[in-house]
Every structure is written in C-alpha cells, then in structure tokens.
C-alpha cells in the first residue's frame, strides 16, 4: 500500500491479543542514512559511542547479554534437571533446596525458568533471522523493481498481514503437530511481511540516490546494486524494528502456549507455565508459579526493545537532540 | 587495543566460569520433601455419604455451569451435560437411584418373559406432557422410531438396536419397528432381536424417552432447542446456543412427586476452561453446584470439606489403557503385565491428579458392590523388579519401541508425561509418545496395524457390569476381522472363547446373584489372568455444593445433580 | 484521487480473496468435526451422513467455489453445531465487538497520546523516562496475563460485573464493557505513547515550529496548534490499523472475561473444531483490517500529497 519510510517511534504491532509484527505508521519520509565514506569499523565505533551513552540502551544490551549467556550455558546452570519431575512435591512455594519452587509437575521452577530462556533465545533469534531473510529479500526485490513485480509482492505481504496471527499459528500447529519447529514456522510466516514493508520503504527511497546512479553509470548489474549499496544503508531500521519483534515473538509465543498450540505440554516454556498457572491465580502462596515466567517475559521484552531504541537512537544522527 | 583486550578478557571469563560450572552437578530432584518416600502416602479422597434427606419446600432456583451441549432433545442427547437437561425434561420407563437401584419411572412395573426376549412394561395412568397430551404406549413408540429413523441424524439411536425390526427399519426397508407393540395404550411390550435379562437398564437412557403428537422433526432446530416433555421440569424459554438453558418446574407432574424447586438454570461455559470457570463461579456465589479442574481439588477439598460443601463419589466408569494386543509388542499376558506393574499409580494419582481419584485393581468399580473383585487386577501395584522380571521373560528388553498415544485437550498431558516418564526409567523402553485429536486417537486404536498402548476411558451407560465387560472385552465387541478397522469398543480385539461364554450365560440369566458371580468369573480371566487392558484409576466425581441453601443435593447415575429431589433448606 | 482509490480498493478485494483461500485451504487441518462425541465414537454411517448434509464429501476446490458464491448472496453457510445460520451468529456478536474495539481505542488515545505528548514535550525529565519504562514494560506483559490479574482481583468489585456468573444476570453493556477493554488497551496505549512522543519529537525539531516560536507564538500554542496536528499523522495511521484488528475479535481476552463478542465466537469454534465459523470469523476479521487500512490509506493520501501521487 503506501510507501512505507522508517518507524520514527515504538514498535509497530497488531492489537489483537497476540503482538505481533504488522504495518508501520506511515510518517514523512525521512532520509535515509546517508552512505558513509569512512570505513566499516570507523562506522561501528561512531555508532557504539553513541550507544554507550544512551543507560536503558546499555541496560538493555545487559539482559540480553544475559539471556544468551543463560541460553548457551543452561546444562550448566540449572540446579536441577528441567525435565525431572517429582510427583510428590508439586506446586511448591520457593525453599527447600528450590529457589524457585516448583511447578505443577514437581519440576524444578528455576531449572524450567532457565530452560525457557534458553528457548525463548533460540526461538526468538531464529523466527526473527527467517523472517529477515524472507522479509528482506521480497522487500528489496520490490522496491527495486517496482512495477508489476512489487505489486504481486505487496499483496502477497498484505494479504499475510491481514491474516490473524492466531489463527493462522494454529493452523500450522493443528497442519503439522506439536513442536517448536511448527512453532517457528508458524511465527514467521506470519512476521516477514513488516520487515518487508519496512525494506521495501527503505529500498524506494534509496533507488534514486545518486550514488546508485553513479553505480549503474559504471555498469553495476543490479543484484550487485542491491547488495553492495542499498542493502547495507537500508537494513538499518529494519535492524532496529528485528530487534523488538524478538521480544514481540516471545509474547507471541507464550500466548499460543496459552491457548494449549505451541511447543508440547512436556517442555518448560514460559507461557506454558503460565497458563498451567491459571487454576491457582487466587490460590494464596501459588504465585511462584507465574510470576517468575511472567517477570521473565517482561524482562526480556524489556531488554530487547531497549536495545531497538538504543539502536535507533544511536543510528539516526537527526533523533539524538542536541548532542 | 583496548578493544580486543577487553574482548579476550571477556572470553576467558566465560571459560572459566563455564569449567567451574560443569564440576557442579545436578542435584537430584526425587523425595519428598522433609522426609522419606518409604511410606507410602495414602492416595486417593474418600467417598462422601450421601446428603441426608430433608424434607422438601417449594422454592428457590438452582444454578450450576455446563459446557455446550451436542443436543437436549432425547433423540441425540448424549454426553452427561445434554443428558442432565433431558432427564429433568423427560421422565423414562424405569428409573435409576444414585446408588444404582432401578425404580420406577413411566412404567409403574415390568416383567419379562423366561429367556428375556420379551419385556411388557405397565404404565402408569393419568401422566401427561407439559402441554397436557397424555403419555401412552404410543408417546413412547413414536419416539424410539423418531429416534432410529435413517434421517434422524442420531448419534445415539444404537441403544435401540437390541429390539427386533430396529436393523430394518434403520435401513429404511420397514415402516415402523416391528419389535415394539403399542397396541395398548396402557402398556408397552418389547421383543428382542438379542435377549438380554437387563434390558430394562437400557430404557434408562434419554433416547427411549416418550414424544408428544407435536414433536418436531429432528432436523427442526425450533423445536429440538424447546423439546416438550413428561419430566418434572419444563423448559422456560428455548435453548439459547452457547448462553444458557432456563428450566422451571412442572406442576402437574404425576409421575413421581413434583419437584420442590422453583427452576433451574444452566449456564454455558466455553469448553475450553469450563471446569475452572465452574469452580470460579461457585467461589463469588454465582453457581450452586460446579466442577473443579483437577490441579485445584486439594485445595477445594481442604477449604469447603469442612464447610459440608464437598462431594466425592465413584462413579460409572473406568480409566485404563487401551493395549493391542495382537501385535508385538503388547501381544503377551506377561508384556502387559510388565508394563503395568512399572506404573507407579500412587505416585501419579497423589502428584499430577492431586489425589482426586483411587488407584483402580480392577475392571468393574466398586460401584457395583456385589460384582466388585479388588485386586483382580494382580499386576495393578507398584513392583519393579517383578516389572523387569516379567518384561525379560516376555522378550520386552530395554530399548524396545513401545508406541504410546493420548488426546489432546482433555488435560492428559501431565498424567501421561509421568507414565512415559515411569515406563523408559523402570523398563528402560523407548516409549514414541504422541498426543492426537480425539478422533485420530479412536482411529489409529481401531486400525489393524494399531501397536501399542492408548489412553482410554470408559463411562457406562447402563448401571451394569456387564457394560464394562461386554462392549469393551468381547469377541463381538471387535466387529471386524484382523485386517479391518474395529468398528466396535473392543479396540485391543480381545478374544477369548471362555470369557465370552461366561459373559454370554450373565446376559441370559434372569438371577442376579447368578450374574453376578458370572460376571466375576469373566473379569478374572480377562484381567486377571489375560490383563486385556491395564485399569489405571477410577472414575470419580467430585463437585461442589452450596449446602448452606440447599438440601438433598446428591449426584445422580449420569454425574448430573438430583434436581428433582433438590429443596431449599 | 478519485482513481487512487479505485485502485486500491481493487488491491484490497484481491487481498480479501487471496486470505479466504488461505483459511478454507486450511479448512481440512481441523479435523473432522463428525467422527466422535466426547468419549464415543459416532457410528461411521452416521458421520457420513451428517458430512454430507454439510457438503462435506464434496472435492475442495468445489467446497470453495460454492463457499465464495454463497458469501456474494450473504450466505455464510450454517454451524455444524446447532444448524444455525453463521451469519446469524455474527450479527449477534459483532456489535458487541465493535462497542469493545471503540472503548479501547478510546482510553487508548486518552492515555497514550496524552502520555507521549508529556514524554516529548518535557523530554529527558523523569516523566519521560516514566513513560518510556512503563510503555516498554506493558508492551513486555503478555495481554492474558493482564486479563488474569484484572478478573483475579477486580470481578464483582464495585462497578465490574462478577467473571463468571450465572446467564441470567443482567449487566449493562458500560460495565461489561470496562475491564476487556482496559486489558485490551493497556498494550495498545503503550505503543501508542512510545509512537507519539517518537513522531512529536521529530516534529518539534523541525524547521516551522522553530519559526513559529520565532514569531513569538507562545509554547502551548507551538504545540497545541501545529506540532499535534502534524505528529498525530502516524499515530492515527496506527490507531487505524489496530482498530480494525481489533474489531477482528481479541480471542483471549473475550474469552478470559466471557466477553460475547467475536473472539469469544471464535474461541469456543475453535475448540469444536467448527470450521463454518472460523472460517466466517477470519473472513470478517481479514475484512475488518483491510477495510479500515484502506480507510487509513486514503485519509492519509488526502493528507499526504507526495504519497497520493507514487
């Protein structure tokens, strides 16, 4: 539909009750960043700079660093196993050689809270790289060639975007079975479509900028157009907007467990947890049992979305006010 | 510099710590807490008594949540939520007590003739319907035809197929069922295509119920949404889909004494979380009588037990795995003993199912005092080594596949994580454990190339043993031949010639004291002896009550509340 | 303008056909809503026969065409369930929803923009970094956890009507209304702020506000009279596009707060596995967010000279 120039505020969602990605505000187009002349590193140190001084930036990057930290090292941070149940102590509150207590199968709740990280790492970071991928390559392809070609791609996107995030994860989940791979699957095919909006925006805008034309005039083909010049100034706020979405699927992704479509039911997840929660919300000295997967989810949303803004800030000379 | 440094700092902290991690081992997380698993807890809530009588009083409205229904009229009513409607609507032949008698209904008595082939059921006189059309031999007769006929769309008719010229007029080649003779509009009588000495358990269901001369066709939704009855409550306004079904009291009912209550109101929950959503709305007073998800029936029991707002009782049904027998690996008496010794029941019923059910020894519950054998089932304990013992002598060595399925949306997924968990640590199996939609689970059981075991339960329609072993362990039960899906509930094709003549000489005895003992016998050879299926836990029911304002609020056969003695104290 | 619109409304009904297709393909992954009751299964000729009264047994592709035709005529075929026409149901319900989706969008616009205006306007005080926590916090929050703690500590009090109660009571729609809503638009309302202040402070650096503060004109006139107007452009893009998703039915949160809306339908259909009524919901739902982006699309060409003319 329209063109589509980077998000200048928060992250774009859909408001049903899972976020999830869908169309960016439309705001005016502003330029985009403008190539630079410098060398790579010369590029990264100015932007780490820059990031460095932004605190919830620097907080955001903290947690994350941490969630992958606990995802890579989980085998050996977990106390106990996250798997092993223990039938005769069930939903017990924190003490007694568990820091956390345990769930309703007897597991161990810091083990499982770990665990859940761990997943929500791999699924996050995977379902957002595939939905990059399919997401980048039809927005570039689109905007750059314009004409009949972006028209097919923009209402397949839309039509993905119209499509209820829900009720399409559930399909695939019901199509294929229980899993995490399904669970991926189901997640990007419903999220490359703003990231190919996003790149699309980007790529029209670019398509005419002189250096481009420079480019063409020396007789760069057009793949090599596209991968050398635009793609690299382009994928900045697509970046930026990934970075959110991570957190974004993560809700998404708790909110199917929810629903009982999600990774299977013998897997610590974290909306999993939740919503095996449920029955002992009013229960008094229960609430060991969501509030840890709960804190768990908002704290890393909470991070990656920092990172997004640091990101953004730290990108885009014009937003960082008079510095 | 400084850049690479700090990052050559970072990875040999991550080292570091990452080998200092990998010497701490994971503690081991079995036990009970603060004290030894040596006893073994008692399992399982004990029965309530039932609630004492009290004097009724007109008045007050009973309020209670249910999921959708699939019907309330009685040509299609089916599961206890639908039934629960249609036995307040309709009153049938006989009825049948909580506590398994069979009374009265309708039918003021019956009889059969000597080898039970033909049943004459009296009626009792001056019994109307809610619109005033008197109820005869013929009401009754219309509505078992309005129930079989082929365009009926009943799911339940089956129950009907004993009676001779069923199967024909099912088929559409007859006009009426021959078996059935209303000549008489005072009595009712019954020829069998199959004799069976119980048959008057099966008029207890809501399909054998009377229709007045205005009854809709099945497929007139106005009608089947505000079907008219004969029973003690009538309905006040139709069924409002997926809202909720307003009931209000008959006050000239005959039949039996007219009930005390003013009406009834049911509320529809969605399926999906109906049972929580029952136990949220007992606890801010919305609802007189609810359901609670298991993981919260401790903490019901604890807080309304001493309140005497709590009721448990064991009721008609079994649950159990299904086991194909006829196929490797489950195809000996010793696998499947094996397997069902390395289930810890205990453990699973007092940790997943928060104690809210007995560990089952036997096929027949005990609802049935005089046919109940516990520990028939000798391999229903807890015994590992003689697991082992068994599994090495039947050829079940560690590392074999052991196919394992389950429904999903049913809440069995914690239960069977366990019995999974149990099977590959005591037997040392590879158990391919998957979770599957109702019906795919029904039709993978019934395929011929079906391994394995299967989650299953068994809910009785009619108060007999005979309906446990009957449909689920004869050779008839099978109805297909190895190479053909099951088309009948037997789905591990059970066969065994003695067993079906033991069953068969119950069915064709007038004694039930005989019956029972025969019955007995069956069970033994089939369980005992042959272990068909592996009985897992009982069915039992818990609910709770507001007794602070109501009386005689006990659970009926079909797990329903006894609206008809229901009073207001 | 006249032909831009033509033209996209040409794209949206192609968009509107592409995702039916979708949703009926994925029709058969629902199972067959025939072949048992509960604990039982339904004896096979009988399933055959209540598949066939549904058409059923009929090749996909047929399904779907006599589907597409039946919708032209307002047909949305009848549940498997009660046999009740689905447009029946929907009539029911949706405005239902649409009072839910207009009540959250409403507190929505109160809270965020308000907040993002404060955030932007007194930028890097405490009330900026407050705004900017709490909407990144609430974006963190899972809406159905926000919908447990609501209904856990807020039903029967006061005003809220008692989750769950018995159907007989009468509740006005304003205070069934309230508590979704508020769960629905505690999210919404944080992206709203995070996009209002993001789209304000660009704004408020820009060369015409700094001539109209030049001119003299005083700071509640700079902001209250061009600055809002020009950063609202993106936040009423947004508000469009969330409105018509959620006139499209919040599954959950109708669910967790037995809210008789869309959602709610959807919900219990999906548990039944009644695929007239998803299918009916989805379409309705892809309906709603396509027709109000195209109404988004165009308000904002209008506004938008250079993107009219692309």
Known sequence: MTTLPPPTGGAPTETTDVVGPTRSPASPPTAAVPPKSRRPTGQFRDVWRRYRRNKLALIGLGIVGLLVFLAIFEPFLTPYSPFEQNLLNTTAPPGNGHVFGTDVLGRDMLSAVIYGAKLAVIVGVVTVLASLLVGVTLGAIAGFAGGAIDAVIARVTDTFLAFPLLIGAILIVRTFGAGILPVIVALAIFGWTTAARLMRGQTLALRENEYVEAARSIGATNSRILTRHILPNAIAPVLVYSFTSIGVVVVAMASLSYLGVGVPADIPEWGRMISQANAFLRVPGKSHLWVFPSLAIVLTTLGFAFVADGLRDALDPKLRGRD | ?569 | MGKFILRRAAQALLVIIGATLLVFLANFAFGDPFGSTGDRQVPPAIAAANRAAFGLDQPLPLQYLTYMGNLFTGDLGVDYNQNRPVIELLIETVPNTARLALVAIVIDIFIGVTAGIIAAVKRYSFADVLVTVVSTLAIGIPTFVIGFVLVATLSGVGPFPTVPRSFTVEVPWYTEVLLPAFALAIVDAAFVARLMRGSMLEVLRSDYIRTARAKGLSERKVIGKHALRNSMIPVITYIGVSLGGLLGGAIITEGIFQYPGVGYLLFRAIGANNAPVITAVVIFSVLAIVVLSLIVDILYAYLDPRIRLS
């Open chain 2, 1 to 569: 510099m400084t850049r690479s440094k700090a990052g050559l700092t970072a990875v040999a902290m991550t080292a570091v710590v990452g080998l200092v991690l990998t010497g701490c081992a994971q503690q081991s997380n079995q036990g009970v807490p603060g004290g030894d698993a040596a006893a073994q807890p008692a399992v399982g809530f004990p029965e309530t008594e039932d609630f004492p009588e009290t004097p009724g009083k007109p008045g007050g409205v009973f309020r209670l949540g249910i999921s959708e229904p699939t019907a309330i009229d009685p040509f299609n009513a089916q599961e206890s939520e639908g039934i629960g409607v249609t036995e307040a609507l309709f009153t049938g032949l006989v009825q049948v007590e909580p506590d398994g008698e069979v009374v009265p209904g309708a039918a003021t008595d019956w009889s059969a003739n000597a080898d039970c082939s033909v049943w004459t059921f009296n009626l009792a006189q001056g019994a109307t319907f809610h619109n005033g059309e008197p109820v005869d031999a013929a009401s009754f007769k219309r509505g078992w035809e309005r129930a079989a006929a082929p365009e009926s769309g009943s799911e339940v008719s089956y129950h009907l197929d004993v009676i001779q010229g069923y199967t024909e007029y099912q088929a559409g080649t007859a006009t009426e069922i021959t078996g059935v003779n209303a000549t008489n509009p005072a009595q009712i009588a019954v020829t069998l295509a199959k004799p069976d000495c119980e048959y008057e358990l099966r008029t207890n269901h809501p399909v054998y119920s009377p229709v007045p001369t205005v009854v809709g066709a099945t497929t007139d939704t106005a009608y089947t949404d505000a079907p008219i009855g004969n029973g003690p409550f009538k309905l006040d306004g139709p069924w409002q889909h997926d809202t909720g079904i307003k009931l209000t009291r008959f006050d000239e009912y005959s039949v039996g004494e007219p009930a005390y209550l003013d009406g009834a109101e049911f509320t529809i929950l969605p399926s999906a979380n109906a049972a929580q959503l029952e136990y949220d709305g007992f606890v801010n007073g919305q609802f007189d009588w609810a359901r609670m998800p298991p993981t919260l029936l401790k903490l019901a029991r604890e807080t309304y037990e001493p309140q005497g707002k709590w009721l448990s009782k064991i009721a008609n049904g079994m649950n159990y795995l299904t086991v194909a027998g006829t196929k490797a690996p489950m195809d000996s008496a010793d696998a499947r003993k094996a397997v069902s010794l390395a289930i810890d029941r205990n453990a699973i019923v007092q940790g997943v199912l928060q104690g809210s059910t007995t560990p089952a020894s036997s096929l027949v519950p005990s609802l049935f005092p005089d046919a109940y054998q516990k520990d028939v089932c000798g391999a229903c304990r807890y015994d590992v080594e003689e697991a082992k013992r068994l599994a090495a002598s039947a050829g079940l060595v560690p590392g074999t596949e052991l196919s394992f399925q389950f429904n999903t949306g049913g809440g069995h997924e914690e239960w069977t994580a366990a019995v999974r968990q149990q099977l590959e640590t005591n037997l040392g199996l590879k158990v391919t454990y998957t979770g599957l939609p109702f019906t795919d689970l029904l039709n993978n059981q019934g395929a011929p190339e079906a391994t394995g075991i299967f989650r299953s339960a068994w809910g009785a329609d009619y108060p007999t043993p005979g309906n446990f072993l009957i449909p689920l362990l004869a050779t008839s039960s099978i109805g297909a031949t190895p190479t053909e899906p099951v088309t009948g509930n037997n789905y591990g094709r059970y066969s065994n010639p003695e067993f079906d003549e033991f069953v068969l000489k119950a069915s064709a005895s007038q004694d039930e004291a005989e019956r029972n003992e025969l019955w007995k016998q069956a069970e033994k050879i089939a369980i005992g002896d042959d272990q068909a299926l592996i009985p897992l836990w009982a069915r039992q029911q818990f609910r709770l009550v507001a007794t602070d304002k109501f009386a005689n609020t006990n659970m009926n056969f079909n797990e329903n509340p006894t609206l008809e003695t229901i009073t207001l104290k």
